[in-house]
């Protein structure tokens, strides 16, 4: 079977994924960039513009595996944009422009479904009111065998942890402290148990860790 995977989920040092006061202008809230600090210089982002530049090394190591492999996406609908509630603005069609970097179907988990969205190359986002494991169902018969990737954010994570439905998942762990946001590991206390951890440092200060369910 297909695995599901997270990939590039960086995290700061108090355990918060995102900002607070997510906006239009700010997509991690107060955070700004600084989760991603370590990703936006390697090459493998630097491709996703197109763009033949970049860094090598051990971030470029991690952030490049995010794409083999996959064959359909999971987000939560604030990984696809800022509205809360009934949708105001169907027009809004994410953070991407008009060729997003995913490339495959993209489930948009939220509790206002809405038409789906067909963009260029290849990308077609489906707004679906689902359960992880209902939704999982619709991705991985999306994926024709491939794998699954969970895109985020933080909440969308958690509730595929809680439902122990992660097979593999790479956290950037940031030299940083937010203070307040959107935490990863609320409600997960022993999640150790079922993966075995790998970690690996960066000059960049980031601690890649690698969760692989045992």
Do not use: C
Not at 71 to 96: C, H, L, T, V, Y
Not at 143 to 148: E, I, M, N, R, Y
């Amino acid at each position: 079977m297909s695995k599901v995977r997270v990939h590039n989920l960086a995290v700061s040092l108090d355990g918060f994924a995102t900002g607070d006061g997510q906006s239009l202008e700010a997509p991690f809230g107060h955070a700004g960039g600084r989760l991603m600090e370590w990703f936006f210089p390697t090459r493998a982002f630097q491709s996703m513009n197109g763009k033949d530049a970049g860094s090598e090394g051990v971030d470029n190591a991690y952030a490049a595996a995010w794409g083999p492999g996959i064959g359909a996406e999971i987000m939560g609908r604030n990984k696809f944009g800022p509205q809360r509630g009934p949708w105001s603005d169907e027009e809004w069609k994410g953070w991407w422009g008009d060729n997003p970097p995913f490339h495959t179907p993209v489930f948009v988990l939220t509790h206002h479904p809405r038409p789906t969205l067909e963009m260029d190359g290849g990308n077609t986002f489906h707004f679906v009111d689902a359960s992880p494991a209902e939704v999982l169902a619709q991705a991985r018969e999306a994926a024709g065998g491939l794998d699954v990737r969970i895109g985020g954010g933080p909440s969308t994570v958690r509730q595929f942890l809680a439902a122990d439905l992660i097979d593999h998942m790479h956290v950037a762990l940031v030299p940083i402290v937010l203070g307040r946001g959107v935490r990863l590991w609320d409600g997960l206390e022993s999640l150790e148990s079922r993966f075995t951890i790998e970690s690996v440092t960066s000059p960049s200060g980031v601690t890649h860790l690698t969760f692989t369910r045992r």
